[in-house]
């Protein structure tokens, strides 16, 4: 997805054609301004405020927001003795965030002398972004990673024939799906509940994040059936006959998934899924 990652103009299983042939190191890398304010929060305390940012794209990685050593609460950090090696950028420096009784070590890293044909990376410091209490893009939070400004998800109305099937019986089947469209991904095909057999489903602990769409909650399949409570949630059944997270909902989509909001999506490589009588494997 986006530009490097999957099949993007500089991803490893790019599917599109340049009028050039691009030659180069194996990995592609893009510098660009990121003009949005990030905050980053731990234990109480914004410990970065940047409103210049860059973005750093490279083949195979999500996008990695990079800024001013300056926008960094220096009083909070401490070097650390970690150092890796990247041969496309040069040697990183680590520093380990303290804030009160809370510690988070090598959670911040720098390259102060980037090797030659790298971007000007020296003066900036990057931030593992899982490893932050939260952050705030604007004033508003963003979950899971940073959002790729090439990256794009259209939720659009489809009259296809679509059917699930798992073990040969049918556990759903619609002519109104919901197509979800995001950049470098297959075709996700979102069901409407009414057209899903949800006594089969049985809620799963598994929750995924997305900063497009959302919270995924996933669903364990039962071929077979279960008395349920009329949440979806079923007893216990013997062993082998429950698919692990078959399927996806988006209960509380943010905007992007608005469109998909409450249907289900099952994982093709799990189940038998068609469309106009054609299966569908990825």
């Known amino acids: 997805m986006t530009l490097t990652l999957g099949n993007g103009p500089f991803g490893p299983r790019t599917t599109g054609q340049f009028n050039f042939e691009r030659v180069g190191p194996a990995h592609a890398i893009y510098w660009e301004d990121w003009p949005r304010r990030m905050r980053a ?3 109480g305390e914004v410990v970065l405020d940047s409103r210049r940012g860059k973005a750093l794209h490279e083949t195979g990685l999500l996008p990695v927001l990079y800024f001013p050593e300056e926008d960094l609460r220096a009083d909070l950090v401490e070097p650390s003795d970690t150092t890796t090696h990247c041969p496309f950028k040069g040697d990183a420096s680590y520093l380990t ?3 009160g009784d809370r510690v988070a070590e090598d959670l911040v890293w720098t390259y102060p002398e980037p090797i030659e044909g790298a971007p000007p990376l020296a003066g900036y410091v990057a931030l593992y972004f899982d490893r932050l209490d939260g952050w705030l893009e604007e004033d508003e939070e963003v979950d899971a990673h940073p959002k790729d400004p090439y990256h794009r998800v259209d939720v659009l109305a489809g009259s296809y ?3 699930v099937r798992s073990r040969g019986e049918v556990v759903a089947e619609t002519d109104r799906p919901k ?9 996700r095909w979102y069901l409407p509940p009414e057209d899903v057999r949800t006594e089969r489903l049985r809620q799963s602990e598994t ?3 997305c900063p497009y769409k959302g919270r995924g909650q996933h669903w364990h399949l039962d071929p077979g059936g279960a008395e349920t409570d009329g949440t979806g949630r ?5 062993e082998g006959t429950v698919i692990e997270d078959a399927a996806w909902s988006l209960p509380e989509p943010r905007r992007e998934g608005l469109g998909a909001a409450g249907h289900f999506c099952f994982y093709p490589e799990k189940v038998d899924l068609e469309v106009d009588g054609e299966p569908v494997t990825s």
């Open 41 to 43: 929060r731990f234990n």
């Open 97 to 99: 965030l303290r804030v």
């Open 161 to 163: 024939h679509v059917v």
């Open 179 to 187: 197509l979800l469209f995001e950049t470098g991904l297959p075709i």
């Open 207 to 209: 929750v995924s994040d």
């Open 234 to 238: 079923a007893g216990e059944r013997p």
